[in-house]
C-alpha cells in the first residue's frame, strides 16, 4: 500500500505559476511510477505528466510539454508538478497516481493502481 496526498493547488492568473507536491507514505517510494492527472467539470481524467522510477524518464502530454515540468526528490518521497504560464484550460482537480506494475510509466488512469484525494487548480483569464 501507498498513500498519496496532494497540496500546492490554488487560484491564478493566466500566466502565472504553481507548483504541486504529491508526498507518498507506506511503501517503498523509490520503485513507484508517479503520474499527475487532471479532472475538468464534465470532462473525463485525463493524463498530464509522468516519471519513471528506473531512470527518471518523464512524459507529458501535448497540451502541457514546455510550461510544466514534473520531479522527483525520492529522499523525500515526493514528486513536483511545476506548472508555469498557466491557462484557463487548465483548470482541473489535479490527482498525482502511482504504480509499480509497469515497464515505463503509464498514460491511462487505468494503469496505475494508488491515487491521491486531489487538489483544485484554478485559472482565471
Known amino acids: 500500500q501507498v498513500q498519496l496526498v496532494e497540496s500546492g493547488g490554488g487560484l491564478v492568473q493566466a500566466g502565472g505559476s504553481l507548483r504541486l507536491s504529491c508526498v507518498a507514505s507506506g511503501r517503498t517510494f523509490t520503485w513507484f511510477h508517479i503520474g499527475w492527472f487532471r479532472q475538468a467539470p464534465g470532462k473525463e481524467r485525463e493524463f498530464v505528466a509522468a516519471?519513471?522510477?528506473?531512470?527518471?524518464?518523464?512524459y507529458y502530454t501535448n497540451s502541457v510539454r514546455g510550461r510544466f515540468t514534473i520531479s522527483r526528490d525520492n529522499a523525500k518521497n515526493t514528486v513536483y508538478l511545476e506548472m508555469n504560464n498557466l491557462k484557463p484550460e487548465d483548470t482541473a482537480v489535479y490527482y498525482c497516481?502511482?504504480?509499480?506494475?509497469?515497464?515505463?510509466?503509464?498514460?491511462?488512469?487505468?494503469?496505475?493502481?494508488?491515487w491521491g484525494q486531489g487538489t483544485q487548480v484554478t485559472v482565471s483569464s
Open positions: 516519471i519513471s522510477w528506473r531512470d527518471y524518464s518523464t
Open positions: 497516481a502511482a504504480t509499480i506494475n509497469t515497464q515505463d510509466p503509464p498514460a491511462t488512469s487505468t494503469g496505475y493502481g494508488y
